[in-house]
Structure formats: structure tokens, C-alpha cells
Nanobody, 126 residues
Framework: QVQLVESGGGLVQAGGSLRLSCAASGLTFSTYLMGWFRQAPGKEREFVAAITGNGVSTYYADSVRGRFTNSRDNAKNTVFLQMNALKPEDTAVYYC???????????????????WGQGTQVTVSS
């Protein structure tokens, strides 16, 4: 039973920060690439960031590079997304996802990730 549970979303003013967490269970966490995606109403789910199982390599969408930082604590089976300098365009439901085939998932194609959390809402006001 793989479970991913996101937390840390909320309402923040433009320019502010939030840190999202994703707690994983039911998988050998350190062997999984962990990805973050977001979806705004009426829009396609889009890739945000990913981090390899050992935490050495990270990947970011151009829209968030330099503002968001992906990290993980394998001892706690948790991945984090630190979001700084938030913009209204960042408003979306943010999802955590897990992928066991890192080479296949670093491109950020959502359907290549078999495990997903329930999402957490991030709202950035102007």
C-alpha cells in the first residue's frame, strides 16, 4: 500500500513563501524519484520539480527554477518543496508523485508516475 500525503499548502501573498511536505509510506523511499506537479482549474497537470532517490540530482520546470527548491529526508521518508517568491500564477493544487524508474520520469510526464498523493491547495494572492 503506497501512500503519499501532501501537507503545507495554504494562502500566501505574492512574494511570500510556503514549504510543502510529502510523507511516503509503503515503498522503499530512497529508491524512488519523487516529483511535484500542479494543476490549476481547467488546465492540464504540469510538472514542477523532481528529485532523485539519493537526493543528488534535481529537476525543475523553467517557470519555477530559481524560486523553488526540492529536497528530501530519506530517514523520514519525506520530500519537501520550498517555494519562495511566489506568484499568483503558482496558484494550483500541488501533487506529490513517486516513480521507481528515474530515467523514465525525469522528463516530468505525469502518466509515467504510478503513485500520487491527494494534493494540497496553494493559493497566492496579488
Amino acid at each position: 500500500q503506497v501512500q503519499l500525503v501532501e501537507s503545507g499548502g495554504g494562502l500566501v501573498q505574492a512574494g511570500g513563501s510556503l514549504r510543502l511536505s510529502c510523507a511516503a509510506s509503503g515503498l522503499t523511499f530512497s529508491t524512488y524519484l519523487m516529483g511535484w506537479f500542479r494543476q490549476a482549474p481547467g488546465k492540464e497537470r504540469e510538472f514542477v520539480a523532481a528529485i532523485t532517490g539519493n537526493g543528488v540530482s534535481t529537476y525543475y520546470a523553467d517557470s519555477v527554477r530559481g524560486r523553488f527548491t526540492n529536497s528530501r529526508d530519506n530517514a523520514k521518508n519525506t520530500v519537501f518543496l520550498q517555494m519562495n517568491a511566489l506568484k499568483p500564477e503558482d496558484t494550483a493544487v500541488y501533487y506529490c508523485a513517486a516513480c521507481s524508474r528515474e530515467w523514465r520520469c525525469t522528463s516530468g510526464i505525469p502518466n509515467r508516475y504510478p503513485y500520487w498523493g491527494q494534493g494540497t491547495q496553494v493559493t497566492v494572492s496579488s
